[in-house]
């Protein structure tokens, strides 16, 4: 069971989102909020944690951007999947520092939504074709120089770089790889200390953008 929380102050579209979510085998809509402040509120009170939260962005006393800096620190396991009526790369890599894990435009088909959840709550991420090529495309903003990183990264490392960035599950890369699921773990905290990367999200925008992986 997938733990949802709703955070969005269209009272219309959370109670669209909340029956839609409800309707569906298993998921399960824990906590709804119309903005960041009464979402933090009520997280700090709940005993029952949600694993994924949308997040509206465009909300009134606290934005969806402050609330995702301050429920990834507070709630370092729950995850963010951003809400947003526009697509950009520079919004993208915005809530990606901040540490949402993916986004969904507002009028995305409710199967892509439902596809991104499952996702994100079976590998912290997820990121579709669409915004792949949305990442390559900003390279100007590269953060590191690709011959520095070779350097930098095993080769292992980068062979779990890569099945990261094709969205494999642990166990799954485990069983590629013949390593044991702690040791894939320690290679990609190894991977996030060394880019700097906040979260498994910001290591995927890294890699790409300082094209250390195929796609």
């Known amino acids: 069971m997938i733990k949802i929380g709703l955070c969005d102050d269209e009272e219309l579209f959370r109670t669209g989102i909340s029956l839609l979510l409800g309707s569906k085998p298993g998921f399960q809509v824990v906590l709804e909020a119309s903005n960041g402040a009464i979402l933090l509120e009520k997280l700090r009170k709940s005993k029952n944690l949600p694993d994924v939260i949308l997040m509206d962005i465009n909300m009134p006393n606290l934005n969806g951007i402050d609330t ?3 429920v990834r620190k507070e709630f370092e396991n729950v995850m963010i999947i951003a809400l947003t009526s526009y697509s950009s790369p520079a919004f993208l890599r915005n809530m990606i520092q901040v540490g949402a894990s993916s986004y969904l435009v507002k009028d995305s088909a409710p199967d892509r939504m439902i596809h991104t ?3 994100v709550h079976e590998t912290g991420f997820y990121y579709d074709d669409k915004t792949v090529d949305m990442i390559y495309n900003s390279g100007q903003d590269r953060l590191t120089p690709k011959s520095l990183l ?3 990264l095993s080769e292992r490392e980068k062979q779990v770089l890569q099945l990261i960035c094709e ?3 642990t166990s799954e890369m485990a069983d590629e790889l013949f390593l044991s699921p702690r040791t894939v773990e320690g290679h990609r905290n190894n991977l996030l200390i060394k880019t ?3 979260n498994m999200a910001g290591l995927v ?3 790409l953008q300082n094209n ?4």
């Open 68 to 70: 995702t800096k301050m």
């Open 117 to 119: 959840i499952k996702k």
């Open 150 to 152: 070779d350097e930098t």
């Open 167 to 169: 969205q494999k599950t």
């Open 196 to 198: 700097e990367s906040r």
């Open 205 to 207: 925008i890294f890699a």
């Open 212 to 215: 250390l992986v195929k796609i």
